[in-house]
């Protein structure tokens, strides 16, 4: 397997500092800066919107890993990459199944890379037919809504399905509880792209915390 692509969540930075905090792990080796969109609504929490990823594309390189958790995701999709996303993720569960593969469409012809994600109760069969249409599929291993849960290890064992049915080149992530022994676990059943927050921007090396995770 490739390189592991490591995917800070800045969920769980200091909000205050976050121009500091994603300059802090892009020199500390991250990959890409993952955002976590929240509207209330499908999730019960409310965090990021369009004016700070605009903002934080001022101050990084990095690629923005947008994760759309939020109802009618196609609404927000072309204001999220015009305000700088290189990546934008939506949830299976969000959206009518006969959008999906139309939206994975909507996403690409902004020239970003498209992601379908699904929750830890969705089953991984129902999203096979749809894989091909995208650079990226994520699995969701806590209930989105809040950083710093336990990882739900059931939820990991939908990851060889999914590889089984992908392209070489399909991105696989993983997000919810992700920290040395974790990631671990996800790499072996087939991940190659990890989302990790508060083990990251809690840890006393950052540098040395986003290694232990490849």
Not at 178 to 190: F, S
Request: glycine share 8%.
């Amino acid at each position: 397997m490739s390189k592991i692509i490591i995917s800070p969540s800045i969920l769980s930075s200091d909000f205050a500092n976050l121009g500091r905090d994603i300059r802090e792990i892009e020199k500390s080796g991250a990959d890409w800066v993952h955002v976590d969109v929240m509207d209330g609504h499908f999730v019960p929490n409310i965090t990021i919107g369009v004016p700070v990823v605009k903002s934080i594309r001022k101050v990084t390189k990095l690629p923005l890993d947008v994760h759309l958790m939020i109802d009618n995701p196609q609404n927000f999709i072309k204001p999220f990459a015009e305000s700088g996303a290189d990546i934008i993720t939506f949830h299976y569960e969000a959206v009518e199944r006969s959008d999906v593969i139309e939206l994975a469409h909507y996403i690409k012809s902004f020239d970003l890379k498209a992601g379908l994600s699904i929750k830890p109760d969705t089953n991984p069969e129902e999203i096979l037919e749809y894989v091909g249409y995208f650079d990226m599929i994520l699995v969701m291993t806590v209930e989105p809504g809040f950083g710093g849960q336990q990882f739900i290890g059931k939820c990991a064992q939908k990851l060889p399905l999914i590889r089984e049915f992908a392209e070489d080149d399909l991105i696989l992530q993983v997000d919810g509880g992700i920290n040395r022994e974790t990631a671990r676990v996800c790499t072996k059943l087939g991940a190659n792209s990890l989302v990790a927050g508060s083990y990251i921007f809690n840890a006393e090396n950052i540098s040395d915390a986003i290694s232990s995770l490849r």
